[in-house]
C-alpha cells in the first residue's frame, strides 16, 4: 500500500488502529517528497530528521496505549510565512532568508499539542503577495496537472503539497483569495475561515484586517479535521473570537433539506470562462437533488470590493512591512554609507517588484493628502459591502460562485499584465474584505485543468460550508481525480 495516496482521516485511523506505524507514514511522504519535488518545487525545505524522530516518539507512546491527538502522526507543510520554532520563514523573501523562527504560531502549537507531524515549509509569493507563486523570490513552483502552468498563489506550495500527494494536510494564509484561488487550480479542498475563528499570532502579517490562516487537504473531510485543530480563541491575538467551535465532523451529512442557497447575479458576468460557468451550473443541479433550495441573489457593491481591497491590504502591508529595515531581522546590505543608507539599500535589495509596488501604493494612500480619497473612502466602501453580505444572509444560508474566473494560466502569462493578476482574485476578495469563510472545492475539469467551486458562508458558519461541501463531494468525483507525475 501506497500510504502518501490516503486522506489524513484514512492514516489516522491506520495509525490509531496500530495498523501502520507513524514512522512508516512519514517515511512515505519523505519519499514521495524525494521523487517528484524537484519537477513540481512545492518545498521551501523539508524537515526530514525532526519530523522521523517526532513520528518514532509517537510510535512508542501508541506501544505504550497512551491517549493520542486529533492529528497523530499526519505530516502537514507548512506555508512559509507561518512561525514554526527552529525552522526558517523566508516569506519567500531575499528579505528574511537566514532568519529562523524563535516560537511557534499559535496554530502551529495546537497542531503539535494534536501530534501532527511538520514534515516542511513550502514555497509562496514573496510576503504572500500575488495569484500565481511566481512572485517567490526563491523558486519556481509548477501545476501537477501542467507543469507549464502556475499553481496559483499565494499558497501555491500549500496546494501543490497536497495536490502531489507530498503531505495530506497543509496550511496556507489567504488575505484575498490565498488558500481558495491555489486549491481551485489545484484541484484540492481549501477553507478561508470567518476572520477571528483562527489565531493569527506568528503568521508574518500581510493586511492585518484580512488575513486568515486556512486549511488545504484532499477532501472536506480532512478539511473540517485539521479546521477543527486549529480554530478557537487565542489570548494573544486579541482579534480571535471567543465562540465556541463546534465539532466539524457532525455536520459531514449529504443531506441539503432546508438550506437556501444564493447565486449572486454579479458574479456570472463578463470575464467569466465559459467552462467554469458551466461546471458552477451542473453543480447547482447537484446541490438541487440533495435538497437544496437555489435561487438568484444579488450583492450590488461587491464589484468595488477589490478596488478597495488593493487599497485597504496595500495600506496594511506597507505599515506591516516597515518593521524590516535591515536592521533587526535578515538581510542588510553590504558596505552601508550611514545609517540611513542600511534602510535604503537594505529595503531596496532585500524586497521584490512586487512587494515595493504594494508598499508605495499603501504608503500613497495613507499620506496626508490623499488619506480621505482613497483609504478612508475604501473603508466606508467596505462597510456598504459588509450591509451587501448581511442581507444576503438574512435570506440564504450560503451563497455559490466560482473562486476563480479561469483555470491555471501559463507560466508567465500574467507577469507583465498586474491587473489581469489581480482580477484572477474577483471572486475571493469581497469574502476577505467583509471577513466571513468560504471553502473552494473541485467541481469539474476543463481541458485537463481543475476548476474551483466557491461557497460562502455567514460569519462563523463554516460548519454550514462543510455540510453543503460535503454533500456535493459524496455526489461527485472531483475529489477523487490526481494529477499524473
Ligand atoms: N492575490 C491577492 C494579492 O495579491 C491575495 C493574496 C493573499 O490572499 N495573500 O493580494
Redesign the pocket.
Known sequence: MELYKLTAHELKKLICEKEVKAEEVVQSYLNRINNIDEKVGAYLCVSSEEALNKAKELDKKIEKGEKLGGLSGIPIAIKDNISVKSMQNTCASKMLQGYKSPYDAHVIEKIKNEQGIVIGKVNL?EF????STENSALKVTRNPWDLERVPG???GGSAVAVASNEAPLALG???????R?PSSFCGVVGLKPTYGRVSRYGAVA??ST??QIGPIARDVEDCALLTQHIAGLDKKDFTTANIEVPNYKESLKTDLRGKKIGIPKEFFQEGLNDEVRNAIKESINVLKENGAQVEECSLPLAEYALSA??II?SAEASSNLARFDGIRYGYRTSNPKDAVDIYVKSRNEGFGK?VKR?IMLGTYVLSAGYYDAYYKKALKVRNLIKKDFENVFKQFDAILSPTSPTTAFKIGEKTDDVLS??L??IY??PV?VVGVPAISIPCGMSQGLPIGLQIIGNYFKEDVLFNIAYSYEQSTKWHTMTPKL
Open positions: 509569493d504572500a503577495m500575488g495569484s498563489g499565494s499558497s494564509t489567504d488575505t484575498g483569495g490565498s488558500v484561488q500581510f493586511g484580512l488575513d481591497y488593493y491590504s512586487e504594494r493578476m489581480y484572477s482574485d475571493t476578495v476577505n
